[in-house]
């Protein structure tokens, strides 16, 4: 069983950066895609960036130029550093993982962490 812990979250002003990371429980040889997704209060959930196992990466338009994601393979850990945090980014941020296992896609989600971004 794979869990995903997110840290980094927190209390920012508009303008300011955070890097969120999201580190698995045990290291994953099977990875699909790894990602970050956000909850705003009223709001459904929304992909921010994916990056698959062969790097390429995926960014919602809001977010382009200002957030990078970025995985280290040997720690199983994915980043995102999130710079010129405008207060529409306050939300919820979940890690995601597709893992290949028993030759099938499941999907592991992390338990969030709060990013408020003050106006």
């Known amino acids: 069983q794979v869990q995903l812990v997110e840290s980094g979250g927190g209390l920012v002003q508009a303008g300011g950066s955070l890097r969120l990371s999201c580190a698995a429980s045990?290291?994953?040889?099977?990875?699909?895609?790894m990602g970050w997704y956000r909850q705003a209060p009223g709001k459904q959930r929304e992909l921010v960036a994916a990056?698959?196992?062969?790097?390429?990466?995926n960014y919602a338009d809001s977010v382009k130029g200002r957030f990078t994601i970025s995985i280290d393979s040997f720690k199983s850990t994915v980043y995102l550093q999130m710079n010129s945090l405008k207060p529409e980014d306050t939300a919820v941020y979940y890690c995601?993982?597709?893992?290949?296992?028993?030759?099938?896609?499941?999907?592991?989600w992390g338990q969030g962490t709060q990013v408020t971004v003050s106006s």
């Open positions: 995601n993982a597709i893992v290949v296992t028993q030759g099938q896609d499941n999907d592991y």
């Open positions: 045990r290291s994953i040889f099977s990875i699909k895609a």
């Open positions: 990056i698959t196992s062969g790097s390429t990466t």
